[in-house]
């Protein structure tokens, strides 16, 4: 419904597999813990890069159905590096 008024969306999802099913116009594919699409409570970093990425996913996908799979690992990334990285202070 809110895609036919015109209002982009995308889903976070942990269920890749799920995206064939229900067929969301947009998906971000995380391999995080079910119940967690933005990452561990109160790791604002954590939260913020995959917002961050879910929001280019909205910008830059042109086809529907389109599903990316995000390359972060549960508690195997460094997201504030990222960020970081992302605003060109760091390397």
């Known amino acids: 419904m809110i895609e ?25 594919h995380v391999r995080f813990p079910f119940g967690r699409p933005l990452g561990e409570p109160g790791n604002a970093d954590q939260q913020r890069v995959i917002i961050e990425d879910a929001l280019r996913i909205l910008e830059t996908a042109t086809e529907p159905g389109t599903v990316v799979s995000l390359p972060y690992r549960w508690r195997r990334e460094d997201y504030a590096l990222i960020r970081r990285q992302r605003a060109g202070r760091e390397r």
């Open 4 to 28: 036919q008024v015109g209002i982009p969306t995308v889903d976070v999802m942990m269920y890749g597999e799920m995206a064939a099913k229900v067929k969301p116009p947009r998906v971000a």
